[in-house]
């Protein structure tokens, strides 16, 4: 709170543009590893093995068009949100709102709620709380520093909970394989790890419902047969990783707050050498505890399943908790509660910070275009509380989604909303011709195809192998990584279709916006330019004010002026001269020789090392 400027805008939501590249490398890791991937890829890998893991190295090549491709033409653009970008590059205000609203309703369905129900899995099992008790004590701490701090509190506590994720992580992973004895021991009977309870009734279960897959041990899955086929594991996960790590506002506003362009890219790099970790320290760990308690983590008839765990559907989701609880001993039980902890509020404090970002900025200052700085400060923290609201009332559905895997639940609905998005940027970015018409069809056309198959399977439900779902094979017969790729398709034919039958966007609204245009020394006029002028001459005929004489404030007033970064320092106004060069610094994207050449080295080392890992465990 005293190193940051919270008073304003910029420094509140960008951390006044003056972050190094260590705690935005640690930062991205923190707000993308949340209690949910603890629980979501220890679960999914106790049930299925070790393809899970592929999620996560996906990201170490995407974290590189990242920071190479996509960050300098958002810097160069001036922008502090996802969808004000698209306004600059599109014009209009459908879009932007449009964008606003859907990232949104993603931070509740796929974030928010999953990662406070993950959390409240593990206080329940440590700590014998009620789950909605465990809940508000947490939101009641992460919200108040958040609100609090701003941007630059929540990339310095994402950096130490980094720290201790990793410690914490790796201790339980050395106790889980000294218990089963090694690698090789931990192959062999993974393989064997099979529930002692198999009869349903009078009925038999069918075998593959609770054994250990063939292919475990195998990234690269069959295409028809297998549960992450190989082509949906490569291409339709690198469309779904693109929104995420290209497009969304959490993580693209930590790369915006780096001092330079060489911070940027060094801060990716490290987020994507720690994202080797997720195999090793989540994935094994959960089947481990398959290994060691295959009555509870394997279980497969649902009335034994719901005296586990409260679901029918499977218990894979207690793999990581279930093992922390009996596996560790006191103290270090202790440590690896604090991970939890710090795990799920890194990223509930990185999403409360961009979702309220988004209303603020995108949403809330067309409602009240006049509204000065300290009422969109109080807008955005007010929102956060809604949010919260929300987020809590969809977790039941959270709880018996995607046969109880949280993993596949929250990827699946990203399969069915991001694709849009990610055309949208991708092609925006990349193709000039590319304009407001084709963009908008674009996302409402994806936007009516996804959301009629994620409304169809949360109707029909998700089933399980032992009660497989009724839904229409059309619709829900398409694995969801498959789907990502014909959604992508779909909307990239629309977009580009629509766009070549209406008028191009002349140049001179262009310039560093698109990859052709970013380097341009042209001054770029923005496309609703004459809109904007009228507005702010508006807003400066409502601001002139009679004088009104200076009165001192209480104590309780300035306590909580200083609480919410209130505090207005008068300082002498900007000339005009200083207010360009203070623009011109914001979207600087030069780099000094030395530094990029060594951050460039450092980008091909881990696209070597991506490709290494992902050939040793094919």
Same mark, same amino acid.
């Given at each position: ?27 991205? !890791? ?59 590059? !599109? ?83 050395? !106790? ?91 801060? %990716? ?343 290494? %890992? ?5």
């Amino acid at each position: 709170m005293f190193l940051s400027n919270r008073g304003t805008v910029g420094g509140f939501f960008l951390a006044g543009r003056n972050m190094v590249w260590w705690p935005i490398g640690a930062s991205l !890791f923190a707000s993308n590893i949340g209690s949910g991937h603890f629980v979501g890829l220890a679960g999914t890998g106790a049930a299925a093995g070790i393809a899970i893991a592929g999620f996560e190295w996906n990201a170490l090549i995407i974290l590189l068009a990242l920071g190479w491709l996509f960050v300098p033409i958002y810097i160069r653009a001036g922008v502090v949100t996802m969808p004000e970008y698209l306004k600059k590059r !599109f014009g209009g205000h459908r879009i932007q709102m449009y964008l606003s609203v859907l990232s949104l309703l993603l931070y509740i369905f796929t974030k928010i709620s999953a990662d406070m129900f993950s959390g409240a899995i593990f206080i329940q099992m440590a700590m014998g709380l009620n789950l909605y008790l465990a809940i508000i004590i947490l939101l009641a701490v992460t919200g108040l520093y958040t609100i609090t701090g701003g941007l630059a509190a929540v990339i310095y506590t994402d950096t130490l909970q980094t720290f201790i994720m990793m410690v914490g992580s790796l201790i339980l992973t050395g !106790f889980a394989f000294a218990k089963i004895g090694g690698y090789q021991a931990f192959v062999e009977k993974y393989m064997k790890a099979i529930p002692s309870n198999t009869s349903y009734g009078n009925i038999n279960i069918d075998p593959k419902c609770y054994t250990p897959r063939e292919d475990s041990f195998h990234i690269f899955r069959h295409p028809v047969t297998g549960d992450l086929p190989w082509p949906g594991l490569t291409i339709g996960l690198s469309i779904l990783a693109l929104w995420y790590w290209c497009t969304d506002q959490v993580i693209v506003q930590r790369c915006l707050s780096a001092k330079n362009m060489s911070h940027v890219k060094a801060g %990716c790099v490290m987020c994507g050498y720690l994202k080797l970790l997720p195999m090793f320290v989540m994935v094994m760990p959960g089947m481990i505890s398959r290994i060691l308690y295959p009555d509870m983590v394997a279980c497969a008839v649902p009335s034994i399943c719901e005296n586990y765990c409260g679901t029918k559907v499977g218990c894979s989701n207690t793999a990581y908790p279930k093992l922390v609880v009996d596996l560790m001993p006191n103290g270090l039980r202790g440590l690896m509660l604090s991970v939890m902890l710090a795990s799920l509020m890194s990223s509930l404090t990185s999403i409360f910070n961009s979702a309220s970002t988004l209303f603020t900025m995108d949403i809330y200052t067309k409602i009240r275009t006049q509204a000065s700085e300290r009422e969109l400060m109080l807008a955005g923290r007010l929102f956060m509380l809604v949010l919260i609201g929300v987020s809590i009332a969809w977790i039941p559905v959270v709880q018996s989604a995607q046969s109880g895997q949280l993993f596949d639940y929250i990827q699946s609905i990203t399969s069915y909303l991001g694709p849009p998005i990610a055309a949208v940027f991708l092609l925006g970015i990349f193709v000039k011709r590319v304009n407001e018409q084709g963009a908008f069809w674009g996302l409402f056309v994806g936007l009516v195809v996804g959301l009629t198959r994620m409304i169809t399977e949360f109707a029909y439900g998700s089933g399980s192998c032992v009660n497989p779902t009724s839904c229409p094979k059309i619709i829900c017969g398409v694995h969801y990584l498959y789907f990502a790729i014909i959604l992508f398709g779909i909307s990239a034919i629309v977009i580009l279709g629509v766009s070549l039958i209406t008028r191009p966007i002349p140049d001179v609204h262009l310039y560093g916006l698109c990859w052709t245009l970013r380097n341009s020394k042209e001054q770029r006029l923005d496309l609703d330019a004459d809109r904007r002028i009228e507005e702010l001459e508006s807003k400066d005929d409502d601001l002139i004010e009679p004088h009104i004489p200076y009165k001192e404030q209480g104590c309780w007033k300035k306590a909580y002026n200083w609480f919410c970064g209130f505090e207005q320092r008068k300082g002498p106004k900007l000339s005009k001269e200083e207010q360009e060069e203070m623009q011109k610094k914001l979207t600087d994207t030069s780099e000094l020789p030395f530094w990029r050449k060594i951050v460039n080295i450092n980008g091909v080392i881990l696209l070597a090392v991506a490709v290494f %890992c992902h050939v040793v465990f094919a």
